[in-house]
């Protein structure tokens, strides 16, 4: 257990539709991060917040959002679904934003969100 | 352009045996960091070793080992005495340094390790 949760697990939801994936971080860790995984793209890098500020923008469509709460939890917003948003989503955190040791600022990652778009 | 290549899709490895995952890198950056994860068929993803670029030795994790040939820009893991639950897809990983304040890592595209009884 790495110590990030997500919820749902799973979620199945038709074209068009807006849904929200939730993150908790470990205990401590300032930063969180999403990633998507797919069959055809593999895993890539969405989002970085850190203490509530964002500091890194992958691939994100501009159709997706996020954002971090005061209580360091982040939700993934995905709208205007489409079929090829199907993947597994996944949260990590780390502890530090960076810094000397940035290198060694180790990810944990979450169970991921399963989401299906029929 | 930073890039992670793994190029072995699927390996099969021997109970009891060791085995070797491939990893090479391509960066510009002087300091950058490497990783390791594992991917059960249950989906989640579970750190398994870490090698900084500046650090000396390989990494070693219990089992877990990191083959670091800077020169070469490789990162290989190796898996001592493999166990029916080490079967798994493995994924390489890098993160540079503080350039351009992005953080995230880049992964390679796996390699799926199945260890047979």
């Known amino acids: 257990d790495s110590g990030v949760t997500q919820t749902p697990k799973h979620l199945i939801t038709a074209t068009g539709q807006r849904v929200t994936l939730r993150c908790s971080p470990r205990?401590?860790?300032?930063?969180v991060y999403w990633y998507q995984q797919s069959l055809d793209q593999g895993l890539q890098f969405l989002i970085q917040?850190?203490?509530?500020?964002?500091?890194a923008k992958g691939n994100i469509l501009e159709r997706f959002s996020a954002q971090q709460f005061p209580d360091l939890h982040s939700e993934l917003n995905l709208s205007s679904l489409e079929l090829g948003d199907s993947a597994l989503y996944f949260c990590?955190?780390?502890?530090?934003?960076?810094?000397?040791?940035?290198?060694?600022?180790?990810?944990?990652f979450g169970p991921g969100t399963r989401l299906t778009v029929l | 352009a930073q890039k992670i290549t793994q190029t072995q899709p699927g390996m099969f490895v021997q109970e009891k045996e060791a085995v070797t995952l491939d990893c090479t890198y391509d960066?510009?950056?002087?300091?950058?960091?490497l990783f390791w994860y594992k991917q059960p068929s249950s989906g989640e993803m579970i750190f398994l070793i870490y090698?900084?670029?500046?650090?000396?030795q390989n990494a070693t994790e219990g089992r877990y080992s990191l083959n670091f040939q800077k020169a070469r820009k490789s990162a290989n893991l190796v898996i001592s005495a493999s166990q029916l639950g080490d079967s798994a897809m493995y994924f390489c990983?890098?993160?540079?340094?503080?350039?351009?304040?992005?953080?995230?890592?880049?992964f390679g595209s796996g390699t799926r390790l199945l260890v047979r009884p």
């Open positions: 990590a955190s780390s502890t530090r934003r960076g810094g000397a040791e940035v290198n060694a600022d180790t990810q944990y």
């Open positions: 205990s401590g860790d300032l930063s």
């Open positions: 917040y850190y203490n509530g500020e964002e500091r």
């Open positions: 960066t510009s950056d002087q300091s950058y960091g």
């Open positions: 090698q900084g670029s500046y650090d000396e």
């Open positions: 990983a890098m993160r540079e340094g503080l350039r351009d304040s992005s953080y995230k890592l880049i």
